[in-house]
């Protein structure tokens, strides 16, 4: 069957006809096993083998795609990714790291010059799809980080938090957050200028991200505004965070003796009277935060202030705000 008449058919073909961790369905269309060649049986293949690669999710997955499925076609005796042996037929895919994927097929011995043509035209479709699920994975990154800084953006943290808060919700994982503003920055960009004022953001970064673990979550929210996602931490783990980055900054000193000083405000589940999930629950430990920060920017700048445990919870002097002013 033409690879055109094969496409043509694809649509006709319900989800649930194809099963995607079984492959025997397509391995028994193939014809393998030594059954005889079937055109028809093998356009039906075709078209199996083309819905399974459309269903990835992600270049990553349509590469193991690509090969699981491409080994149980007739024609095809092996496939290999960035292997050492010379295939018959291969393609080169684009690069999405610091060289290209080059994805190889062996024939059988017995394929003819139309088979060869086929398996040809199907690897060089799944060159065009890995490299627009490439774009696609470009552009959700574009859409979730801060193009300034690397970090990730509001629109890419919320859905982190709130993932966070049900996890919380389900195992009782401790969970803190801070708030940090660059102290006086709006003079940085005014005496010194909008390129200060960025080299004096991607500092703050690079802080952050020098004193997390990668299973933490630094955000710049706008402007001069950061946030930190700290999972299995408290309000006093937050605190020795905050310390680690005051420091890295200090150390890195992106604009000299003009680099400023960082506010920080710490909250954590025990500062909420009824910690919640989904929006009202990040909502609220957002609010939390940013009311340390307050109280911290309130207090002269260049401070932490922790909130630990809500009045309603703990009624002692325990539950008063930490000021720690930097030494």
Not at 8 to 31: C, I, K, Q, T, Y
Not at 116 to 136: I, K, T
Not at 256 to 284: E, K, N, Q
Request: charged share 25%; net charge negative.
């Amino acid at each position: 069957m033409a690879l055109a008449t094969a496409l043509d058919l694809a649509p006709s073909f319900d989800d649930d006809m194809l099963d995607l961790e079984d492959h025997a369905p397509l391995r028994e269309l193939a014809g393998a096993g030594g059954k005889p060649r079937d055109r028809l049986a093998e356009g039906f293949a075709l078209v199996r083998l083309l819905q399974f690669l459309t269903e990835a999710d992600g270049p990553d997955t349509l590469l193991h795609r690509a090969v699981a499925g491409l080994g149980l076609l007739a024609e095809v005796a092996w496939v290999e990714l960035d292997g050492d042996a010379p295939g018959d037929l291969s393609v080169a895919l684009p690069a999405s790291g610091s060289r290209p994927h080059v994805l190889s097929v062996g024939l059988e011995f017995e394929a003819d010059d139309s088979a060869a043509a086929m398996v040809e035209h199907v690897l060089s479709l799944v060159s065009r799809m890995y490299e627009r699920e490439l774009g696609v994975e470009r552009l959700r990154a574009e859409a979730t980080t801060d193009p300034l800084t690397g970090l990730w953006n509001r629109r890419g943290f919320e859905p982190l938090l709130d993932q966070a808060l049900a996890r919380a919700a389900r195992t009782g994982e401790a969970i803190a957050v801070l708030a940090i503003d660059v102290d006086r920055f709006k003079p940085i960009n005014d005496e010194l200028g909008h390129e200060a004022g960025d080299r004096a953001l991607q500092g703050v970064a690079s802080a952050l991200q020098g004193a997390i673990r990668p299973s933490d979550v630094a955000v710049r929210l706008g402007g001069d505004e950061f946030a930190v996602l700290l999972a299995g931490s408290d309000a006093e783990g937050a605190r020795l965070v905050c310390e680690r980055i005051r420091r890295n900054l200090q150390r890195q000193a992106p604009l000299g003796s003009r680099t400023p000083s960082l506010s920080f405000g710490v909250a954590d589940l025990s500062s909420l009277a009824h910690p919640s999930v989904g929006p009202t629950g990040r909502a609220a430990l957002m609010a939390a935060a940013d009311a340390a920060l307050y109280a911290a920017k309130s207090a002269g700048r260049d401070a932490i202030v922790a909130r630990s445990a809500h009045p309603a919870a703990i009624d002692d002097d325990s539950t008063r705000p930490i000021c720690v002013r930097a030494s």
